[in-house]
């Protein structure tokens, strides 16, 4: 048991897939526009890590070394499905924000790098644990990015104006807004690293 809780901590602050392994840093930077996003990105994301870890996991044995890239990223498409078609059917608005960066998790670096370096060596449980860990710690980088951008850019935390007189710095809510955020949040969490805080 203690072990599967350091695969599922590892995932969330030691190899944080954003802040620390500098994976899915593209749908990151797309869809940090709101924290309504950042989560609803999130959640999808985590189910895709978890039933892929967990299937890859399982056919480990019976699929053949060089074909398993192409099995993986099927196991990983039938997982996008199910997830864009759950958030069709009861969150269209939020489908509608997230637009391509949904089917997009297919080709996410972090997913297919966990099935290719950890799933199909390791047990469905461990798996299970990781595809979780790493699903949050995602998650909770896509907040505090959308936290910060929808805020300071636009005066709001999911659509609720906070500060009635407060002047949006625009610029958070454009593309350069998001390279200057997660730069510098990458350059804290490297500072902390680095003193092993």
Same mark, same amino acid.
């Given at each position: 048991?203690? +072990?599967?809780? /350091?695969?599922? *901590? ?5 190899? +944080? ?6 994976? %899915?840093?593209?749908?990151?930077? /797309? @869809?940090?526009?709101?924290? #309504?996003? &950042? *989560?609803?990105? %999130? ?7 978890? %039933?892929? =870890?967990? !299937?890859?996991? *399982?056919?480990? $044995? ?12 099927v @196991? !990983?498409? #039938?997982f996008?499905t ?17 637009g391509?960066y949904v089917? *997009? ?5 972090? @997913? ?6 950890? /799933?199909?060596?390791? #047990?469905?449980l ?6 979780l860990?790493? &699903?949050?710690?995602? #998650?909770?980088?896509?907040?505090? !990015?959308?936290?910060i951008?929808?805020?300071?850019g636009?005066?709001?935390?999911m659509?609720? $104006?906070?500060?009635?007189s407060?002047?949006?710095?625009f ?5 350069? &807004? ?11 969490? =490297? @500072?902390?690293?680095?003193?092993? !805080?």
């Amino acid at each position: 048991m203690k +072990n599967l809780f /350091a695969e599922f *901590l590892k995932g969330i602050i030691k190899e +944080n897939p954003t802040f620390v392994l500098a994976l %899915g840093l593209c749908p990151t930077l /797309a @869809v940090s526009t709101s924290v #309504t996003n &950042g *989560l609803g990105m %999130g959640i999808a994301a985590t189910f895709v890590l978890v %039933g892929s =870890n967990i !299937i890859v996991s *399982l056919i480990k $044995n019976i699929v053949p070394a060089r074909i398993r890239i192409p099995c993986f990223i099927v @196991v !990983i498409a #039938t997982f996008v499905t199910i997830a864009e078609l759950t958030m069709k059917a009861y969150s269209p608005a939020l489908n509608r924000a997230l637009g391509i960066y949904v089917p *997009l998790i297919v080709v996410n670096c972090m @997913v297919l790098g966990r099935a290719e370096a950890y /799933a199909q060596k390791q #047990t469905a449980l461990n798996s299970l644990f990781d595809g979780l860990g790493m &699903g949050i710690g995602f #998650t909770l980088a896509l907040i505090l !990015i959308s936290g910060i951008r929808e805020f300071l850019g636009a005066g709001t935390i999911m659509g609720h $104006n906070l500060i009635k007189s407060y002047e949006p710095a625009f610029v958070l809510g454009m593309p350069s &807004g998001a390279l200057l955020v997660i730069g510098l949040l990458l350059g804290f969490f =490297n @500072v902390l690293k680095s003193k092993k !805080i």
